[in-house]
């Protein structure tokens, strides 16, 4: 077999250049041991270690001197199957900055214990090394660790798997964990690591301007905790950093909401806002099919979306007052960032339903409208016209003017309002006639009309119903009435206001 000059069953220390140098003085490196990049051996190797050798190649991979395939001397061996070319028995000394290790080969071919960080500082400085090192156990046992991050001035250590739930990752930690903490050769970007002389200095993850103590309350929401709802700047404070950190899934949790079952209809409603209606959770049900295979009539059903496992007969709630009823014509007209919405709201239900767009609207629940130049309106949807149509059922609580009224069948647009007062028995108010001391109040007249024209509404829930328009057999969308709270005068509304504290 010819002699090889690459390889060496063990490696030698280099015979000292000054004479008088102690020949056991141990040898000391920077990194490594002082070995040929090639070959993998000390630059100085006897010629009668180079005998009875197999025919095999060496490399140093990633730091760690490692067999190369038999078939292919430029590709490692597998993880697991990788061997070390340094003798296990032998100890090297390798000098760091100003202090000597000392390592045996065994110790060098293998990526240690494991180890647990304790701060998000030492976790940044143990990345770093196992990367400039290229020690991959070590990598992957930091990769799969706990994340460490800053909030305000406080550190946090929290599992990677606390954001497994659904709509919680990924997020700002996972995203940016991802990104600085990757494994190589982006581990370093623009950095070439062959000329760095040490670690870059990184500094751990950290949010300075996002409250620690509103933070720690998400973490107790991720575990599976509730948490109390003190107040409605509570609730915005938490939803805030919901958003800002991407963490979905808690965010369907915090909204307003209220789920109940109705014995009556036989299904569970869901009251939502109009402004946290998500495009993805809005569902249609249809009452049956028509024998020609078209779209019946039906209700619009809602479902928060990583949260609700099944939906639920959708009642949007409204406020800000930006919704007008003329009783005249029946309809409503919603005005400035309510119509945006409730566009949107309306063009999401026509392409449930594979309609045809009338005009070019975004479908984000929150940005509302197309291009700048066309306003937002319920009539660009084929559902609907500029005011879709309202419905006031004998179900419907109606307050005016801070008085309570309620719907009977009747009059010439269908129905009729009666005042209710603290004496009326809530059960007479489904049956057909009047009861007996509003009979008398009306005969003795201290029952005044009641109020007709325009309705401002301060705050009303409305359910969504889908039905055949009568004359033109086309689908459209009609607010049913559940809950508002109106005023009909800027005296009544004006009784509303509250001085500044």
């Known amino acids: 077999m010819p002699p090889f000059n690459t390889t060496a069953q063990q490696a030698t220390a280099p015979t000292p250049t000054n004479g008088n140098s102690n020949s056991n003085a141990p040898q000391t490196f920077d990194k ?10 000390h630059e100085k190797s006897t010629p009668g270690a180079l005998k009875n050798r197999p025919d095999v190649d060496l490399t140093v991979s990633h730091g760690i001197l490692r067999q190369s395939s038999p078939s292919d001397p430029k590709i490692p061996l597998e993880v697991g199957t990788q061997k070390s070319n340094l003798p296990p028995e032998k ?19 293998s990526d240690g214990y494991h180890v647990q960080p304790r701060t998000g500082e030492e976790f ?9 090192y290229s020690l991959p156990r070590l990598i992957g046992q930091l990769f799969e660790s706990d994340v460490f991050f800053q909030i305000g001035e406080r550190d946090f250590q929290v599992p990677k798997d606390i954001f497994s739930a659904p709509g919680d990752s990924p997020n700002f930690f ?17 950095l070439e690591k062959t000329g760095l002389l040490r ?62 079952y109705n014995p009556e209809r036989d299904c569970s409603e869901i009251v939502i806002r109009l402004e946290d209606i998500r495009q993805s959770g809005v569902q249609f049900v249809a009452d049956g099919s028509l024998v020609d295979g078209s779209t019946s009539s039906g209700w619009v059903y809602y479902a928060r979306p990583f949260v609700d496992d099944k939906p639920c007969e959708l009642i949007v709630e409204i406020g800000g007052q930006g919704t007008v009823v003329d009783l005249e014509s029946m309809r409503a007209e919603f005005r400035g960032l309510t119509k945006a919405r409730v566009s949107s709201l309306v063009q999401v239900i026509a392409n449930k339903l594979n309609l045809p767009n009338k005009a070019p609207l975004g479908l984000m629940m ?42 009977k069948p009747g009059g010439s647009t269908g129905f009729n ?41 301060h ?31 800027q005296r009544a509304r004006n009784r509303k206001r509250g001085f500044l504290g």
């Not at 100890?91 to 071919?109: D, K, M, N, P, W």
Request: net charge neutral.
């Open 459 to 489: 705050n009303g829930q409305w359910r969504l119903r889908v039905q055949s328009d009568e004359f033109s057999n086309q689908l459209e969308i009609i607010f049913t009435a559940v809950k508002l709270e109106v005023s009909t005068s």
């Open 32 to 41: 490594v041991p002082d070995v040929d990049p090639k070959t993998g051996l």
């Open 124 to 132: 940044v400085r143990l990345y770093m090394d196992a990367q400039f």
């Open 417 to 457: 309002l009666e005042k209710y007062n603290s004496s009326t028995n809530l059960l007479n108010e489904t049956t057909t006639g009047p009861p007996a001391k509003r009979k008398r109040e009306e005969e003795n007249g201290n029952s005044r009309s009641p109020p007709q024209g325009r309705w401002m509404v």
């Open 91 to 109: 100890v090297f000394s390798i000098q760091l900055g100003s202090e000597l290790f000392r390592l045996s080969g065994a110790s060098i071919a």
């Open 366 to 407: 929150m940005a509302g409208g197309g291009s700048r130049n066309t306003s937002a309106s319920p009539g660009h949807s084929p559902l609907s016209e500029d005011r879709p149509k309202v419905h006031l059922g004998p179900d419907a609580d109606i307050v005016i003017d801070g008085e309570c009224y309620f719907v």
């Open 174 to 190: 996972t995203l940016g964990f991802n990104i600085h903490f990757s494994a190589p050769p982006m581990m370093l970007p623009g």
């Open 199 to 260: 670690p870059p200095s990184i500094i751990p993850p950290s949010v300075p301007n996002r409250s620690a103590e509103v933070f720690a309350q998400l973490i107790h929401i991720l575990r599976g905790y509730p948490v109390e709802i003190k107040n409605e700047s509570h609730r915005q404070e938490l939803l805030r950093d919901c958003r800002y950190l991407h963490f979905r899934g808690v965010e369907q949790k915090l909204i307003p909401h209220e789920i109940s």
